[in-house]
Every structure is written in structure tokens, then in C-alpha cells.
């Protein structure tokens, strides 16, 4: 098992910045970020894996931008230009090596509004 909290949603303007953060109870090889909008399926953001080996969704490119700190066993997502489109409840992924199981935070909402 593996218990994921996540941090540093809220509120912010458009074209405003956030990072959020998460994390892991324990070590795990691939961290990475969701999202699921109202009435939407959750989205693959980006995923990086314990090398370092970053994954984005091509809806993120170049505005997001995932990180982690081994020692701290925890993930980072640095947001940028957010836009009205980006409001959604962000949720932390992990998954060990050589496992599908997926493991899950809480969610940290993120709303983009003038």
C-alpha cells in the first residue's frame, strides 16, 4: 500500500501559476499527476519515473512540468499559464515496479476564474 496526500491547490487567475505537491508513504517507481474535470474521465497529466524519465500528456506540454525529490519521496507539478480549461480536481498517481496497481491521493482542487 501506498498512501499519497496531495497539496497546494486552489484558487488562481488565468495565465496564473500553481505547484502542487504530493506525497508518498513510501518509495515508489513511477509518481505522476490526474485530473478529472465535472463530467469528464480522468485525464493523464504527466508521470516521472524514480530515474527521472519524465511522461506528459501533449495538452501539457510546455506549461506543465513534473519533478520529484527521491529523499522525500514526493512529486511535483509545476503549472503554468493556467487557463479556465484547467479547472479540476488534481489527483497523485504512484505505481511500483512492475505492477499495474495503482494507488491513488485524495485529489486538491484547482480553479482557474477571474
Known amino acids: 500500500q501506498v498512501q499519497l496526500v496531495e497539496s497546494g491547490g486552489g484558487p488562481v487567475q488565468p495565465g496564473g501559476s500553481l505547484r502542487l505537491s504530493c506525497a508518498a508513504s513510501?518509495?515508489?517507481?513511477?509518481l505522476g499527476w490526474y485530473r478529472q474535470a465535472p463530467g469528464k474521465q480522468r485525464e493523464f497529466l504527466a508521470t516521472?519515473?524514480?530515474?527521472?524519465?519524465?511522461n506528459y500528456a501533449d495538452s501539457v506540454k510546455g506549461r506543465f512540468t513534473v519533478s520529484r525529490d527521491n529523499a522525500k519521496n514526493t512529486v511535483y507539478l509545476q503549472m503554468n499559464n493556467l487557463k479556465p480549461e484547467d479547472t479540476a480536481v488534481y489527483y497523485c498517481?504512484?505505481?511500483?515496479?512492475?505492477?499495474?496497481?495503482?494507488?491513488w491521493g485524495q485529489g486538491t482542487q484547482v480553479t482557474v476564474s477571474s
Open positions: 498517481n504512484a505505481r511500483m515496479l512492475l505492477s499495474t496497481v495503482d494507488f
Open positions: 513510501t518509495a515508489a517507481f513511477k
Open positions: 516521472i519515473t524514480s530515474g527521472g524519465t519524465p
